[in-house]
């Protein structure tokens, strides 16, 4: 499956943002989704998960209440509302994709076998 990431920008804290990843090639809602954000000199970090079919969700705590993913399986599309942005969000946002995935492995971006390219979340204090 081929993803591509977008909707990131320049944003000022407190403001939100909608992130969407397009999924082409494979059956969608045969794949649960992600979210990781990577910040410069920081590792890749897990944001959020959904489920096959947007049944269940999984956040991290630090975006857990302010950001909310979804899907479209109708369009082949993920979503990461993303409200109340902080400085510490600003990153590079990721989605990926696996068909084999686990709950339990939700959070492991090793886990995760196909990725976007990313999109830039920038934060103005």
């Known amino acids: 499956v081929q993803l591509q990431a977008s909707g990131g920008g320049l944003v000022q804290a407190g403001g939100s943002l909608r992130l969407s990843c397009a999924a082409s090639?494979?059956?969608?809602?045969?794949?649960?989704m992600g979210w990781f954000r990577q910040a410069p000199g920081k590792e890749r970090e897990f944001v959020a998960a959904?489920?096959?079919?947007?049944?269940?969700?999984f956040y991290a705590d630090s975006v857990r209440g302010r950001f909310t993913i979804s899907r479209d399986n109708a369009k082949n599309t993920v979503y990461l509302h993303i409200s109340s942005l902080k400085p510490e969000d600003m990153a590079v946002y990721y989605c990926?994709?696996?068909?084999?995935?686990?709950?339990?492995?939700?959070?492991?971006?090793?886990?995760?076998?196909?990725w976007g390219q990313g999109t830039l979340v920038t934060v103005s204090s």
């Open positions: 990926a994709a696996d068909q084999t995935l686990y709950s339990s492995a939700y959070y492991n971006p090793a886990a995760y076998a196909y």
């Open positions: 090639g494979r059956t969608f809602s045969n794949y649960v």
């Open positions: 959904i489920s096959r079919s947007g049944s269940s969700t």
